[in-house]
């Protein structure tokens, strides 16, 4: 029909041309008995195609049903008229038609791939026009898109579409309303279909998973905070501990690295990208999983310049918390919420009051305090504050290291 269409655009009237067969009697071979498969063998045995199939998925008595007998395609090949492939595109249907099963099939076969480029293996169809092998090809997709190379595009026994199998107005809105509900599912916490990332979107959805991977994105920005002035990271290791995080472990190191690279308060890195833009940056993530009796604990070590920082933090009664800093254990745990003011110092009377000094003279109110056991004569402090100091340098003055954040 598109020769004789061009044909009559030319002026032409062109009967004894075009010639066509019948598709009544004539059996069509579908490779892939998917959901387009199924309509595609009900519609041609309207009319009056055989339809015979292959699927290794769709039990033959469900293809059975729909009226398509199932077989191998070693069966199948030598007894087609026409094939038609809707597989998606894998290794093991990569060149599905090829010269090997193009030799298998009747002289004359006609086949068609809406499917995807590379069904059908593209110099192997030519090299059968070529010969005669095959009668026809209509293709609506190609290996590369558009193609650059023509030559089965211009093969007079070729009729092509640039990939149009779902382009109607109908197909397009109904894709749109399905995004669209997806988005809503997403935001009201329902199950997601053929979400690619999963893993990561279901595990966000329990409200317990929510905490932990705010646990994860905290401990990921005090470590930040921390080595600041040291960056960049070579080494991210994430290790959860405890029976019920074993699930965890992929979607806390995505949370920590989040912590890790997010600046400012623009969106950047999120669960979903957070790890290839590690690999990207050079960073490598390593993920690892403890069974313990004890409570669930997430550990992060980040390695930054030959050094090492640690952080080790829990969930508790809903709250992410501190529980050590760079092996520094916090007598109280650290709620990680709000304004948070670290420092590094050896204990002394007068320290507490020049920090509180410089808090009062920036006009910052301190809200809550944690102080960590004693390390080599050397503590970690923590301090919710009001809000973060303009200028964190005259705490550096006091201190041996000195860090503030917002989480
Ligand atoms: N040209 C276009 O614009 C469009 C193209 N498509 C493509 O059409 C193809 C089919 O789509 P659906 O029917 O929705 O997919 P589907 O997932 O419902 O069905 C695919 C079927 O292929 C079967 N299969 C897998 N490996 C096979 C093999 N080695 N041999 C035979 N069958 C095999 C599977 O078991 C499955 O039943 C996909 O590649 C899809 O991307 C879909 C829509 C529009
Ligand atoms: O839905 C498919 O698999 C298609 O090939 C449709 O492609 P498109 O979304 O129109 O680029």
């Known amino acids: 029909i598109p020769q004789a269409v061009m044909s009559m655009k030319d002026g032409k009237w062109d009967r004894k041309k075009f010639m066509g067969a019948e598709l009544y009697g004539k059996v069509l071979g579908i490779a892939g008995l998917g959901r387009i498969g199924k309509e595609v063998a009900t519609r041609m045995q309207s009319f ?25 395609l070693e069966e199948l090949w030598p007894q087609c008229d026409y094939i038609t492939v809707h597989t998606p595109l894998m290794p093991s249907t990569t060149g599905l038609l090829n010269d090997a099963s193009f030799a298998k099939c009747k002289k004359g076969v006609k086949v068609v791939n809406c499917a995807r480029g590379g069904i059908i293996d593209e110099a192997a169809l030519l090299r059968a026009l070529e010969s005669g092998q095959c009668g026809g090809a209509g293709l609506d997709v190609f290996v590369e898109e558009p193609p650059k190379d023509r030559v089965l595009v211009n093969h007079p026994n070729v009729i092509s579409c640039p990939h149009l199998g779902a382009s109607t107005k109908e197909a397009q809105a109904r894709c749109g309303r399905d995004i669209a509900l997806q988005i809503v599912d997403m935001a009201t916490g329902k199950a997601l279909v053929g979400a690619v990332n999963a893993q990561v979107l279901v595990s966000t959805f329990s409200p317990d998973s929510h905490q932990w991977i705010r646990l994860g994105e905290s401990m990921g920005s005090v470590l930040k905070a921390c080595t600041a002035s040291k960056q960049p990271y070579s080494q991210v290791h994430v290790t959860s501990l405890g029976e019920s995080l074993k699930k965890s472990s992929g979607f806390l190191s995505s949370a920590a690295v989040v912590g890790l690279l997010t600046e400012g308060p623009q969106k950047g890195p999120n669960l979903v990208n957070a790890l290839p833009l590690a690999a990207e940056t050079g960073i490598t993530v390593q993920t690892d999983h403890k069974d313990s009796n004890e409570r669930e604990v997430c550990v992060l070590e980040v390695s930054v310049n030959g050094s090492s920082y640690t952080a080790v933090g ?14 520094s254990v916090f007598r109280q745990p650290v709620p990680l919420t709000g304004h948070l003011l670290f420092f590094k110092a050896s204990n002394s009377t007068e320290l507490l009051l020049s920090v509180t000094g410089v808090l009062a003279a920036a006009g910052v109110l301190l809200q809550s305090f944690s102080a960590s056991t004693a ?21 550096k003055s006091l201190a041996k290291e000195a860090a503030q954040l917002t989480v």
Request: charged residues 10%; glycine residues 16%.
């Open 375 to 395: 390390s080599s004569g050397e503590q970690w402090y923590c301090m919710g504050i009001s809000s973060l100091l303009g200028d964190i340098g005259a705490l």
């Open 314 to 327: 829990s969930v508790q009664a809903g709250v992410p918390v501190l529980l050590e800093l760079n092996g």
């Open 48 to 72: 009056g195609m055989k339809t015979i199939g292959y699927d290794p998925i769709t039990p033959p008595e469900v293809s059975a049903s729909w009226g398509v007998e199932q077989m191998s």
